[in-house]
């Protein structure tokens, strides 16, 4: 998996958003190779899943200042919605309901993404 997505990639994808370290449903979507209507499909369709605490949808002010922070001026074109944001626990249960090899695949590399950002922080202190 590390060469089909670099690690340093997957490490790019989690932002800190309320205090919470999370990865955004666009780029999960990208990661595991479905659009992302259809992440979202399977997240609505178990959404007892993934309580307030596993993920959460941004707000419009958090959606402005993510995409001027990182210069992206279109994120896939004109969006309904705000992309959602999921934390550690929520990515680790998209893999129950994401059921393909690759899903698999990513979620192992993205867990591992999360543990090693945590040794980070806690070898910077």
Same mark, same amino acid.
Request: no cysteine; proline share 3%; aromatic share 8%.
């Given at each position: !998996? @590390?060469?089909?997505?670099?690690?340093? %990639?997957?490490?790019?994808?989690?932002?800190? +958003?309320?205090?919470?370290?999370?990865?955004?449903? !666009? =780029?999960?979507?990208?990661?595991?190779?479905? /659009?992302? !209507?259809?992440?979202?499909?399977?997240?609505?369709?178990? +959404? *007892?899943?993934?309580?307030? =605490?596993?993920?959460?949808?941004? &707000? =419009?002010?958090?959606?402005? %200042?993510?995409?001027?922070? %990182?210069?992206? @001026? @279109?994120?896939?074109? #004109? *969006?309904?919605?705000? /992309?959602? #944001?999921? $934390?550690?626990?929520?990515?680790?249960?998209? &893999? &129950?309901?994401?059921? @393909?090899?690759?899903?698999?695949?990513?979620?192992?590399?993205?867990?591992?993404?999360?543990?090693?950002?945590? $040794?980070? %922080?806690?070898?910077?202190?």
């Amino acid at each position: !998996m @590390s060469n089909l997505i670099p690690e340093e %990639i997957i490490e790019r994808k989690i932002y800190l +958003i309320r205090g919470h370290k999370v990865m955004l449903s !666009m =780029d999960l979507a990208r990661l595991y190779g479905v /659009p992302v !209507m259809r992440l979202n499909e399977q997240v609505k369709r178990n +959404i *007892r899943r993934f309580p307030n =605490d596993f993920m959460f949808q941004l &707000s =419009d002010a958090e959606h402005a %200042i993510l995409k001027s922070q %990182i210069a992206i @001026s @279109s994120w896939d074109g #004109a *969006r309904r919605a705000n /992309p959602y #944001a999921f $934390t550690e626990q929520g990515v680790a249960m998209l &893999s &129950s309901v994401l059921n @393909s090899e690759r899903a698999i695949q990513v979620n192992i590399a993205i867990m591992r993404a999360f543990v090693r950002l945590k $040794t980070m %922080i806690v070898n910077h202190k």
